[in-house]
């Protein structure tokens, strides 16, 4: 059964670092997003993103996040400048419709730590 | 601003008993609601997705329910098995075409053998 899958699963770095979470969708998807869930906290939508252009972002998405889809296959979030408080899960997610008529898909998580 | 709240926040059953995870929301505009599975550490599996037309979804040994204008959903779980050990979050979209999910905080099950 065809998966989201992400890259690293684990990331370390020193704050004020670059660093760069990768995700593959499911190939068929058209429709990607980021999110994030900080240790005993909520899952928190970050950014959706169609047509190579985002559709959508929330009040954390700030200057200091980008998304990129640099070829056919691949969906990064970048962070610029990390700061402590960025430590969290990142699960990128896709679905082949429309968000809000179609069933989003997760991956199992890239999990970032600042130090 | 949405909220989603999860009652309870934990529970521990025996195993082969029925059981009723509740999701409330203080929005009812939404456009679907879904329910996810995430096992400790690890990713998210969805498990049901039910649009805010629809009264119930049913996959297996797992039922959802949608009550749009109390704000209110039920995730049922009949037979419960250790396996179905697992943290469940409900999540809904906005309506109006908004992409992004609002979950709740979820309710950690143990089924104990």
């Known amino acids: 059964e065809p998966e989201v899958t992400q890259t690293p699963s684990h990331q370390v770095t020193q704050m004020g670092q670059e660093v760069i979470l990768r995700c593959v969708p499911i190939?068929?998807?058209?429709?990607f997003y980021w999110y994030r869930q900080i240790l005993g906290q909520k899952v928190e939508f970050l950014v959706s993103?169609?047509?190579?252009?985002?559709?959508?972002k929330s009040e954390i998405f700030d200057d200091q996040f980008s998304v990129e889809r640099p070829d056919g296959s691949n969906f990064t979030l970048k962070i610029r400048s990390t700061k402590l408080e960025d430590s969290a899960m990142y699960f990128c997610?896709?679905?082949?419709?429309?968000?809000?008529?179609?069933?989003?898909?997760f991956g199992p998580g890239t999990r970032l730590t600042v130090l | 601003k949405q909220e989603v709240t999860q009652i309870p926040a934990a529970l521990s059953v025996p195993e082969g008993e029925n059981l009723v995870l509740n999701c409330s929301f203080t929005?009812?505009?939404?456009?679907?609601l879904q329910w996810f599975r995430q096992d400790h550490g690890k990713g998210l599996t969805s498990l049901l997705l039910?649009?805010?037309?629809?009264r119930e979804q049913t996959s297996g040994r797992l039922n959802a329910s949608l009550d749009k204008s109390s704000g209110r959903s039920t995730l049922y779980i009949a037979a419960s098995q250790p396996g179905d050990s697992a943290t469940y979050l409900c999540?809904?979209?906005?309506?109006?075409?908004?992409?992004?999910?609002?979950f709740g905080k979820g309710t950690h099950l143990i089924i104990q053998p």
């Open positions: 997610a896709s679905s082949a419709q429309r968000l809000a008529g179609g069933t989003q898909y």
């Open positions: 190939s068929n998807h058209l429709y």
């Open positions: 993103f169609y047509n190579n252009e985002i559709s959508e």
């Open positions: 929005d009812s505009a939404i456009y679907n």
């Open positions: 039910i649009q805010s037309s629809q």
């Open positions: 999540a809904v979209t906005r309506e109006g075409g908004a992409d992004g999910l609002t």
